[in-house]
């Protein structure tokens, strides 16, 4: 695998801001604001992936969370759903760095030939070319963290039970952090948005998997997360829980986000 390539950014200036200076505004921004959150030190994060006006506030809480362990934590291994391009199982990049607006973030290779050995793990770029709910974390964790790099799983059509035997294979100490992307319900009315949001919330409180992808598009990953917190003993946090409605967008049909953090390293 050729390891020479970057993978640029595909949703800047859509999804968030192209400018270097004003996107590092409204990161830093977002992270003040939420601040004030509960001192809780993540292992795992359950974060949104709209565009910015929509759910970075409540992705921007979770982020916050890292402050503390920002020099300590020195790899991500992120989780998203494949949006774009359909594939078996999970798949991997061959690049060696996927750029931001703020710079570029170096793949690990290692963990990525690691991961590999899975029959589940597949290299190929083309889920990862435009996949959007991988690439909008990344202003977020660069302004976030100091040095790390990044080990991107796209999701496709996979298993919780597979997602999570990647999670324990790179699961790693105090230098990784687990990050699952994943909006929750589409396009429903508000109120109706906020009871099945508020169902979905509490199965993963009480580390119950999803049943289905219309509860939240990033449900494989988020269900191999609960199985993985299930048996390592962590207990996660609900930290913010809104929807567009809430923040940039009527009321008639909404998309659902939230944020969770999974504290502790069982």
């Keep these: 695998m050729t390891t020479v390539q970057i993978r640029p950014p595909a949703v800047a200036g859509m999804f968030y801001p192209g400018d270097p200076r004003e996107l590092a505004d409204d990161v ?3 992270l003040t604001t939420a601040a004030a959150a509960a001192a809780v030190v993540p292992k795992a994060l359950i974060v949104p992936h709209a565009g910015y006006v929509y759910s970075g506030p409540i992705a921007a809480s979770a982020y916050a969370l890292l402050a503390p362990v920002r020099a300590a ?3 991500v291994v992120l989780f998203g759903p494949t949006h774009r391009v359909p594939v078996r199982g999970l798949a991997v990049p061959s690049v060696a760095s996927f750029a931001t607006p703020l710079g570029a973030v170096p793949l690990d290779r290692a963990a990525i030939e690691q991961a590999l050995m ?3 793990v597949k290299a190929a770029n083309g889920p990862h070319a435009l996949e959007h709910s991988l690439e909008v974390q ?3 964790l660069q302004a ?3 040095d790390f790099s990044l080990v991107p799983f796209a999701v496709g059509d996979a298993s ?3 997602v999570a035997e990647v999670m324990d294979l790179l699961w790693g100490g105090d230098e990784t952090l687990i990050v699952v992307s994943s909006d929750l319900s589409h396009y429903h009315r508000y109120a109706d ?3 099945i949001d508020r169902r979905t919330a509490d199965s993963i409180l009480h580390l119950q998997a999803l049943g289905s992808h219309e509860q939240a598009c990033g449900a494989t990953p988020v269900n191999g997360l609960i199985e993985v917190a299930r048996r390592r003993g962590l207990q996660p946090q609900l930290l913010d829980l809104r929807n567009s409605g809430d923040t940039a967008g009527d009321k008639s049909r909404v998309v659902g986000y939230a944020a969770f953090a999974f504290p502790g390293d069982g």
């Design 160 to 162: 919780g039970g597979e």
């Design 193 to 195: 948005a906020q009871r």
């Design 138 to 140: 990344l202003p977020f």
């Design 144 to 146: 976030a963290l100091d």
């Design 118 to 120: 899975l029959p589940q």
């Design 73 to 75: 934590i020195r790899r």
């Design 28 to 30: 830093e921004r977002m």
